[in-house]
């Protein structure tokens, strides 16, 4: 597993394993993220106890968009050390998937997240935090050569 960014060795980081997908549209021009009118990010979010990566996942995907998945296959396993206003120092563990929606089966809880359907590379560098833009770069890059729809 790759780790993007440095950690601080006189902090103590509490680990923050989480699953999150790149969500692919029917035509494969665009891609699913989310805001929350400040920042994006990749829809999906922490494992709970006893959640497995993709029960934690697909919960994540209803509350934020309502919908469950489909073509769901493992893309990336990222590391990073951040810091998190509401939780405090982190060391995450992203497993990222990508998917599709497929059914909407509910309203989403988390009222302030949007999804937005964008072209990757206008969002690189946009991306909330530096492990999410360096899986948006895998992702661009692993597509250019046919990796991801071939």
């Known amino acids: 597993m790759k780790y993007v ?74 590391g990073s050390y951040i810091y998190a206003e509401e939780k405090g120092y ?3 563990t992203a497993y990222v998937y990508l998917a599709e929606f497929d059914k909407k089966v509910a309203e989403p809880i988390e009222k302030d997240h949007t999804v937005l359907w964008v072209k990757p590379e206008e969002y690189t560098n946009k991306m909330c935090r530096e492990w999410q833009t360096y899986i948006m770069e895998r992702f661009i890059e692993e597509r250019k050569q046919g990796k991801i729809y071939g």
């Not at 009118?37 to 990749?42: C, H, I, N, Q, V």
């Not at 497995?52 to 073509?71: C, F, H, M, P, V």
């Open 5 to 78: 960014g440095n950690k601080d060795e006189n902090i103590k980081y509490t680990k923050r394993p989480g699953a999150y997908a790149i969500i692919i549209n029917e035509n494969q021009e665009k891609i699913g993220i989310v805001t929350d009118a400040k920042d994006y990010f990749y829809l999906g979010g922490g494992i709970e106890k006893g959640e497995s990566e993709l029960d934690a996942l697909k919960r994540e995907l209803i509350e934020e968009a309502g919908y469950t998945l489909k073509n769901i296959r493992k893309f990336e396993e990222v």
């Open 90 to 92: 982190l060391e995450v």
